[in-house]
């Protein structure tokens, strides 16, 4: 099993900054890839950014050159470096990780909102 709690949402004025936080534990060994997703209000939720247990990363076009995916130096945490933020990015943010050879496959944190606003 996978259990992920990501964190460090908040409210930050347009053209800010702001960095989640993802914390995995468990069968960390397990994960190919690490995301994270978003969903606004009345839209379906999206894939923002993905790495895999390479580090090789993409990145949706609304956020490419704007938004940094990265594993810290202990591999169980991720983070996403939000720069430039616009009032669109505004979401919940979640983290979630593929573990193919788990039972689950698919594990999601709890969500974290992201209010970009002046």
């Known amino acids: 099993q996978v259990q992920l709690v990501d964190s460090g949402g908040g409210l930050v004025q347009p053209g800010g900054s702001l960095r989640l936080s993802c914390a995995a534990s468990?069968?960390?060994?397990?994960?190919?890839?690490m995301n994270w997703y978003r969903q606004a209000p009345g839209k379906e939720r999206e894939l923002v950014a993905t790495?895999?247990?390479?580090?090789?990363?993409n990145y949706a076009d609304s956020v490419k050159g704007r938004f940094t995916v990265s594993r810290g130096n202990a591999r169980n945490t991720l983070f996403l470096e939000m720069n430039s933020l616009k009032p669109e990015d505004t979401a919940v943010y979640y983290c979630?990780?593929?573990?193919?050879?788990?039972?689950?496959?698919?594990?999601w944190g709890q969500g974290t909102q992201v209010t970009v606003s002046s």
């Open positions: 979630h990780a593929f573990a193919p050879f788990t039972t689950t496959r698919h594990c």
């Open positions: 468990g069968s960390i060994f397990s994960i190919y890839a």
């Open positions: 790495i895999t247990s390479g580090d090789s990363t």
